[in-house]
């Protein structure tokens, strides 16, 4: 195989890897935002106030505080996930074959190049990659390459184009 030829991914866009898809850019998204310290200084005021109403008898601000952190540590994300899940449900994409083609120009999607310089990063995440674009996320699994040495090109190219972000 020569180095310069492109690099093909291709896989089915189902459930099981919207699900996948999900986890890891909610996770990834979480650790590298600022609100992420946000949320400290929030779930913090909130644990402060259910102290004060602890200590003050205050049921009022006891039921608001532990409101407030249920919503930070469970709601927020179910209900994220729910909104995700109706959007994949109503996407033209679902459960279709994606196929992008990776080249020294940018990546291809359906005769479309996308230069390097409008690819914000391509990160790994497990045995997959996300691949940041615009508004625009795709979940690579480890299947959708032909072989690990395809996902090592990868890897390489986008380093060598400074859009690669091991974390």
């Known amino acids: 195989m020569n180095i310069s030829d492109p690099i093909t991914i ?6 099981e890897n919207f ?15 600022a ?12 644990q402060f106030g259910v102290v004060a109403a602890l200590k003050g008898g205050s049921i009022g601000l006891l039921m608001l505080s532990t409101i407030l952190v249920l919503y930070w540590y469970f ?4 209900l994220l996930h729910r909104r995700a899940v109706a959007s994949f449900e109503r996407s033209a994409f679902k459960d279709t074959q994606l196929m992008l083609h ?3 120009e940018g990546i291809v999607q359906n005769g479309t190049v996308v230069p390097w310089e409008e690819i914000q990063g391509v990160v790994p995440v497990g045995d997959a990659v ?6 625009k996320m795709f979940y690579i699994p480890e299947r959708a390459f032909t072989s690990l040495e ?5 890897k390489s190219l986008a380093k060598k184009k400074e859009r690669y972000f091991d974390v």
């Open 19 to 33: 699900e996948k898809a999900f986890t890891h850019a909610y996770e990834h998204q979480f650790k590298h935002s």
């Open 10 to 15: 291709t896989y089915t866009w189902d459930r």
């Open 102 to 104: 990776v080249t020294e």
């Open 35 to 46: 609100r992420r310290y946000i949320g400290w200084l929030f779930i913090a005021m909130a």
């Open 130 to 135: 996300l691949l940041y674009y615009k508004d």
């Open 150 to 154: 395809e996902k090592s090109r990868l």
């Open 75 to 78: 709601i927020k994300k179910w």
